[in-house]
């Protein structure tokens, strides 16, 4: 099988790329196991300082895969990985990103958003809630423009995402690759352990949701993906129509 998940190492550096271009790097029950085995190798490694998440292709990631979404918990246990990680994790978004996309980019510590860069919680178009990816989220997102762009699905840009803080940055004309450079050099002159104990204090408020509450989302989303119109949603977005809701 190929793998889903490239890795390369650059000065401590661990890179993962989201390697399934054909799907837009939708969240498949394989893209999740192979990306969470990634993450602890990362974890138990001391040759990584810090974990860099990208992707191939023109989308970050499309969300659920879902011709094959992974089980709730599988999808919570990688969110919840990244933020217990005992390295820092930073996202590389060069491309769109979409429903659980977004749960990704509120699980990792920074994040670097180019110009080309969408985002949208289209959840609510396809019939389903996001309740899995606001665990990380509700934590760190404006709470007026987390409900506006969850219960819309409208569309935004990098600039939007830095404001409300799903990202870190936008980065300007420059791309993603320089403003990170300083950002990873930064990684790398921190000592290993106080980027570790550091992280801990920093992720308090989202690791307390995890412990609260983690297991009621996993049960929603399993629950909301079971029912009529979920159904009728899936179906409109593979035959690329409309919903039978919309007015």
Request: charged share 25%; proline share 7%; hydrophobic share 45%.
């Amino acid at each position: 099988m190929t793998p889903l998940i490239g890795r390369t190492r650059a000065r401590g550096v661990e890179t993962l790329s989201l390697d399934s271009p054909h799907t837009r790097n939708a969240l498949s029950s394989a893209l999740v196991a192979e990306l969470t085995d990634a993450l602890k190798r990362c974890g138990e490694d001391p040759g990584v300082r810090a974990v860099l998440l990208t992707h191939t292709g023109n989308t970050f990631c499309a969300g659920a895969d879902l011709r094959d979404p992974p089980p709730a918990e599988a999808f919570t246990g990688l969110l919840e990985l990244i933020v217990r990680l005992p390295k820092p994790v930073a996202a590389r978004v060069d491309g769109h990103v979409r429903a659980g996309g977004l749960g990704l980019l509120g699980a990792c510590d920074l994040s670097i958003a180019s110009t080309a860069a969408t985002f949208a919680f289209t959840e609510v178009r396809v019939g389903v809630a996001p309740a899995v990816i606001a665990l990380p989220l509700r934590p760190r997102v404006d709470p007026r423009a987390l409900a506006r762009y969850c219960l819309t699905g409208e569309r935004f840009d990098a600039r939007e995402a830095a404001r409300i803080g799903l990202v870190t940055a936008a980065a300007g004309e420059e791309g993603p690759d320089e403003a990170l450079a300083p950002v990873l050099d930064g990684l790398r002159r921190a000592a290993p352990q106080a980027l570790a104990r550091t992280k801990e204090l920093l992720t308090v408020k989202v690791l307390e949701a995890f412990t609260e509450d983690a297991g009621g989302m996993s049960r929603l989303t399993a629950s909301l993906f079971s029912q009529p119109d979920a159904r009728e949603g899936m179906t409109a977005f593979l035959e690329r129509r409309d919903p039978a809701w919309v007015l």
